[in-house]
């Protein structure tokens, strides 16, 4: 095969990789709305926060969820171990709100993780019929709570999820945190996740679940991915491997959240959660090529054919694969209103997120384990 073949061979695979996620986004952004509230509410959804050493974050997120509107609500805050202050925060709060309360989380038991023994202790002290599980740096909108309890009544499902809009201030968090938006709107198949049980379509994003009380310990809930460090991957699969059924929804106008503050932060971050999901040996060689076909040879190509080095159909196909990475990237961004100046970083951020992705497998096998919050853990198949 002559150069010029392969070029346009290559420019021809790109565009139809490109076209994939540019049809999904088109077909998810129209399926993904902000839910209504319920008139008179859905009866009492706790709100339920795990904290470790938050008391930069945990004041605000405590009164926006006292806040609530729409549905009768009680927070629990669990302190687990912290050493900066955040209990004495809550305490305060407290002592003028009897809908608050501080729960000491007990030591970290063998075989947990952190976040997953607080999250089952909180249910185990809440009486609603609805755990809305929320990070310690996600304010939620007044109606929240509201919205998300409605939509998992009127639809029959017994986990409820979004994603909320992410605030990023520095450039390290745009090159990283916009991949959440674009993997889940763009690879994920909504209609088909919601016509099926199948475990493998199962998503959520940890930051803002909600799930029936009724589901939550028939399931098991975090006890039954107690050794995870990947709540928004795990525990939809596990609602939807015992047949119960999950969803997302658009998280815009429900939530805010500032999930790291620079890129030391987001790499860290995110090397936690890939633990457990893009890299494996089997879906990271597969990711990769999709993402670099469809999200970042085609602007190389663009680039040599500019250049001369290109044949006009082959230059014409990474401009059409081109102008469908820009625009589905462009849509979700604009939907899901993260900073626009975030898009034409796009193939940085790609190949950020596969940088952090092939390191994670890489060291996996030297290291094996994960730190974070000032805890490791043993990484599961390491």
């Not at 109606?143 to 390290?172: F, I, N, W, Y």
Request: aromatic share 6%; proline share 6%.
């Amino acid at each position: 095969m002559s150069l010029d073949a392969a070029l346009l061979a290559l420019a021809a695979l790109c565009f139809a990789v490109a076209l994939q996620p540019a049809l999904f986004a088109a077909m998810n952004l129209a399926l993904l709305r902000t839910p209504e509230p319920e008139l008179g509410g859905s009866g009492l959804v706790s709100i339920l926060i795990p904290a470790r050493n938050e008391a930069g974050n945990i004041a605000g997120t405590v009164r926006a969820a006292l806040a609530s509107t729409g549905t009768p609500v009680e927070v629990l805050v669990g302190d687990d171990h912290s050493t900066d202050g955040t209990a004495e925060i809550v305490s305060g709060l407290a002592a003028e709100e009897p809908r608050l309360r501080l729960v000491p989380v007990p030591s970290l038991p063998e075989g947990w993780t952190g976040k997953n023994a607080a999250c089952a202790h909180l249910a185990g002290q809440a009486r609603g019929g609805y755990l809305l599980f929320i990070d310690a740096d996600v304010t939620l909108a007044p109606e929240a709570a509201a919205r998300l309890a409605a939509h998992a009544a009127r639809t029959a499902c017994d986990l409820v999820s979004a994603v909320p809009r992410q605030r990023m201030d520095s450039l390290g968090e745009r090159l990283t945190v916009p991949m959440i938006d674009f993997l889940l709107v763009g690879y994920l198949p909504v209609a088909a996740m919601r016509a099926s049980l199948r475990p493998s379509l199962g998503a959520a994003c940890g930051q803002l679940i909600l799930a029936s009380r009724t589901a939550y310990v028939a399931t098991g809930g975090h006890g039954g991915i107690r050794t995870s460090l990947h709540d928004g991957v795990r525990l939809p699969r596990l609602f939807r491997a015992q047949g119960r059924r999950t969803d997302l929804v658009a998280g815009r106008d429900l939530a805010l959240c500032h999930m790291y503050a620079g890129f030391r932060e987001a790499w860290a971050g995110f090397s936690k959660n890939a633990h457990e999901g893009m890299a494996t040996p089997r879906a990271l060689p597969v990711w990769t090529l999709l993402l670099l076909l469809g999200q970042v040879v085609p602007w190389l190509l663009v680039a040599a054919g500019l250049l001369g080095g290109l044949g006009p159909a082959a230059f014409a196909l990474a401009a059409a694969a081109l102008a469908l990475s820009l625009a589905t990237r462009t849509a979700i961004t604009l939907a899901v209103r993260e900073p626009w100046p975030s898009i034409p970083l796009h193939p940085a951020t790609v190949l950020v997120a596969l940088a952090i992705q092939w390191n994670v497998l890489l060291r996996r096998e030297r290291a094996g384990a994960a730190s974070w919050k000032g805890r490791t853990y043993p990484v599961s198949g390491a």
